[in-house]
């Protein structure tokens, strides 16, 4: 029997973790869209509606089913606004290891969002589902990204060297691919040690390039 992760829910004192909805394709499609969301992923560019809804009625509760992962919605507990979404990936159940990556929208950077979504996702990943490490992977050039993962508390464990395309914008407006670095991270669960603390202190922090 394949083993799968619960079609549940995640809360923080601002956020609401959730499976994806057919309403939220509109706003889906709006953050894949952003210039930086395109840049450091792999993301097709431009990114349609049908796209969006393929992912949110199809490919994200295919993904959980399989055994691969599970795609969270990230939105804000007062206004319910899609503010970004966090996924685990490479899920492998015997090592109980999985994969995270997260993308906030343009307009909701700058509020801690990713860091206080992805270790929401930690804590229910090692405590509830008792899984012993999670694995990040940030671009080189992204900087912000990895002060999200120093910020929830991963440990940098080396670099993948030419592992990933990000993108540049060309001067007619187009996309050119670049080859570059991958550094991976890892978080274990006593890493998490004094982590909320860390976050309560640096709640003022801004992180406007994250992806």
Known sequence: MTSTFPDTSI???RLVLRPFEEADVPSLAAMMNDELVAAWTAIPQPYTEDAARRWT???ARAERTAGHGIDFAVTEFLT??????VQLRNTDWRIRSSEISYVVASWARGEG???EASLAVAHWLFHDRKFERIEL???AGNTASQQVAQ????????VLRNAFIARSRTEDGGWTDIRTDLIVWSLLPEDLEGVPGR???ANGFSY???N
């Open 113 to 115: 969002y990713a860091s």
């Open 11 to 13: 809360s923080t004192d």
């Open 151 to 158: 910020k929830i508390g991963c440990i940098s464990e080396g």
């Open 199 to 201: 976050l309560a202190d």
């Open 57 to 59: 009625t199809e490919s």
């Open 208 to 210: 406007p390039e994250w």
């Open 137 to 139: 992977r940030t671009a």
């Open 80 to 85: 319910q606004r899609l503010v970004g979404v």
